[in-house]
DNA sequence: CATGAATGAGTCTTCATTCAT
DNA sequence: AATGAATGAAGACTCATTCAT
């Protein structure tokens, strides 16, 4: 009587709506509100859902900024694969996808950004954050570490430690991040890409360009 | 853990040590629970002081938080000046004294960097905090600019966007200090510095040579 | 003393019900601990209910206690609608009705005069309880000013000004409200409204005779 | 070497000055905020004087508001007997007299009368305020009687109760009090006295004319 | 006598969580 | 599956009082 059809689609199809309605409103109050000033009202109230919801959902607050967190990382993971599979297997072009994908609209938008570095500050004592996005981090970290091998060997700059490189440019891309954040009206997305090309010239300027706008704005 | 056991039993301290001794409880506590996690409690505690001690000394608890931020830039701006008192008025030198003393032992603690970010997680929506490293912010962005320019032109590469290339130096360090953050066993400052060094190397290989030890650990 | 022991077990009450709880307990507080004595934690007690439902109710402990004087005035003007409804279109009539529901034993309780002078005491400082009673005061002052002169009219007393007649009754029945808090032992509601009777018989005998007992306790 | 004359004054005379500076500022203060709203750092300020000055004055706060009470009682009997002092022995003189005490312009300030109705609105719990005006008021009740009685009995009128009328006076004066605390644009001491005098006209038209300016404001 | 820094019990308020509906 | 009234522990803040100076 209550429905005739496949009994698990039709129950699990709603739920996962409600959750992801509940990780949308997160990332909005987060952002707004930073980690402190997250309340389960004012979540319940942006997802325009009732005070009980999160704890039905996610059996606790804790449990739903978890998920906000984790649902950031598998969004950039996701947006970083399709980057990847459009490009053939080049290291620089490889090393590019990604740089298109961590400054990607939809990955860099002001909230997100807000949302990100909420839970760096809290993940000096919140181990649980830390873990969330450590395979990730490792994930990128080989892949970078595995794009500047071939391009150095390719450049044919033996100085370079390859590396060292591959962390640098990964903390640059971490820092125009924490520009976007602090200072949104010098900083976005456009502005960082060329400022990563920039930098990957300088390093491979057989492989990069210089980016097309020198203009600062 | 508790207090140092100077000579806090005093019924009568002056006010700056107070207010100190409640800012370095305040870091401590911030490093260790976050800013959501920052109790009076926890606080008072730590300072082994009583209940009502914040609320004489600062007004409320926002505002100690909002001095311990201030006691951060000031810390950082009165080392920064330190190390440039003592160098030479060359472009590389004078840069080379801002790295030193964004990297210096005692300002890149990991208590302190710790703080930072959680406030730099918050600032996103407590403009009050934005305002507070606002000035500092700015006075090191015109200094690296200044820098850059007169590296610029010594080393002839008309090619080179001074203030791009200097944007890219403070991300660079700022995605160093992220670093230390979330990777302390990986990152340190001995690491930073060598890691900010190599880029400055490679940006004006006249000025800068590459770090002396190129075994990443 | 706790409640009352109807329904309050029920775990979801009539928003109304709950209010109406909060204001009865507050009555009890006010009257027996004072304005100054009244705290969340007795009101609460009082109530059979838990920390939080102040706020849940009123938003904080002020606007309850602006509901509770609210609630008084409200009764008071209920009462006396109901006195008036009660009798013809005669001057003294009405003007007695007044007098009845000012006495009435349901709104003379002691505890509800030691609440009105609980808030007559804060209302030099606090305009928001004086602007509570001031429409009710003013209509009552309107109502007693029409009925003083209908009735010098009627008793051709032309050197009777009626506005200051007026007053003093009011003034009057206040004083007996005093009388009423400060030596409850001595004056109670139908001794007050001897007294009443006796003043208005002195300015209108034609309208009122003396009171029945002329005997003083 | 200290003081060579008489000890106990030069001692006594600076005591008695400091609790009066602090009565004075209670005045203020409580009329200002309300009993509710007189902390002690409010009253300190007032004063002039340091925090711990009213516990070594007076043991504690509620000593000195209990001392602010009792000067003010003091203060209205003084000014009472003053009147009293200056009339013959007749009546209406002496029943004047108390009621131009009582509505003398320096015993019926505003702050006087908010802080009267302050402790009238605490009385209903707090026996110790009670107590300290009892006396007075006692007194002043059998004063008023013996006036009365000896009215009634020169004017012939038989039919009138004296102890009733002496409480309907008191009570009308007490009423004008109420009034002039909660309607100070209204009602002040000219206007009060006027009402007092009318009343007393209509009792005692033989010892009481009615007030020269009939014109109500 | 007088001060005022410090205390800490007591208040009000917040808010994650529960549970009857 | 969802609601939202109610809870109550935990939080920030107040303020009368103490006590070393």
Known sequence: MQN???????RTAPKEQREQQLIDAAMQI????GLSGTTTALLTRQAGLSAGIINLHFGNKDK??????ASLVQEHRARWMASLAAVPDEPAERLWALMEAHFAP????????AVWFAFFGESGHRATYRHISENFDLERSDFMDECCTRLVAESGKAALDPERVSHLIESTADGLWLDMLLYPEEMDVDNARDQMRTLLHHFFPRHFEMPANPIYP
């Open 4 to 10: 005739s059809g496949t009994l698990t689609t039709r």
């Open 30 to 33: 987060i952002a707004e509100h």
């Open 64 to 69: 739903l900024l978890e998920a906000t967190l």
């Open 106 to 113: 939809e990955i860099c938008t002001p909230t997100k950004i």
